[in-house]
T-cell receptor, first 113, second 114 residues
Framework: GNSVTQMEGPVTLSEEAFLTINCTYT??????LFWYVQYPGEGLQLLLK?????DKGSNKGFEATYRKETTSFHLEKGSVQVSDSAVYFC????????????FGAGTILRVKS | EAGVAQSPRYKIIEKRQSVAFWCNPI?????LYWYQQILGQGPKLLIQ????????DSQLPKDRFSAERLKGVDSTLKIQPAKLEDSAVYLC????????????FGPGTRLTVT
């Protein structure tokens, strides 16, 4: 079945540091890929998405590129801020009938000032 | 535009008791989802509704969990009787339709079963 694996956290960075959170997936066909963010006390919010190979999703300075050859969708940001502290979830949506979002376990990001 | 509303935000019950959660989706959203998020894990889909019909409930433990979406709007998720392993955050989400439409999540209900 479909599955998502993302790097374990917590990831602790200083403000303005470079961020990478790794995400790899297993799926049949050509799934759509997503990054969701969950700020403390809030629900999940869609951060960015990519629907086909080589697409780059971007939002709020974050970006991720759909790499079919390596089945990866790593999240990056050039300069993190304290306000980026949250839990980040990688997810996929398969294209077969009855598809549903499959989430990774989440990665906690802590940014220190 | 109002987001997805859920209540209560927190609930503590003893095992074998029953509990119900309520969700009000974004107006006009035909598809409604209930997810279970156990601490340290990603959300897992329990049930998906399209209007007031069930599309997918393959991962719903039907011996103790039930859900309904009357009139294709609000939804309730019930657990009876609760077990210790049901301690989790229960998330409701809605979208315009099924498939690649963006899902909008509510703040969740944190359930603790003692």
């Amino acid at each position: 079945g479909n599955s998502v694996t993302q790097m374990e956290g917590p990831v602790t960075l200083s403000e303005e540091a470079f961020l990478t959170i790794n995400c790899t997936y297993t799926a049949t066909g050509y799934p759509s890929l997503f990054w969701y963010v969950q700020y403390p006390g809030e629900g999940l919010q869609l951060l960015l998405k990519a629907t086909k190979a080589d697409d780059k999703g971007s939002n709020k300075g974050f970006e991720a590129t759909y790499r079919k050859e390596t089945t990866s969708f790593h999240l990056e940001k050039g300069s993190v801020q304290v306000s980026d502290s949250a839990v980040y979830f990688c997810a996929l949506l398969g294209m077969e009938y009855g598809n549903k979002l499959v989430f990774g376990a989440g990665t906690i990001l802590r940014v220190k000032s | 535009e109002a987001g997805v509303a859920q209540s209560p935000r927190y609930k503590i019950i003893e095992k074998r008791q029953s509990v119900a959660f309520w969700c009000n989706p974004i107006s006009g959203h035909a598809t409604l989802y209930w997810y279970q998020q156990i601490l340290g894990q990603g959300p897992k889909l329990l049930i998906q509704f399209q209007n007031n019909g069930v599309v997918d409930d393959s991962q719903l433990p039907k011996d103790r969990f039930s859900a309904e979406r009357l009139k294709g709007v609000d939804s309730t998720l019930k657990i009876q009787p609760a077990k210790l392993e049901d301690s989790a955050v229960y998330l409701c989400a809605s979208s315009l339709g099924a498939g690649v439409y963006e899902q909008y999540f509510g703040p969740g209900t944190r359930l603790t079963v003692t």
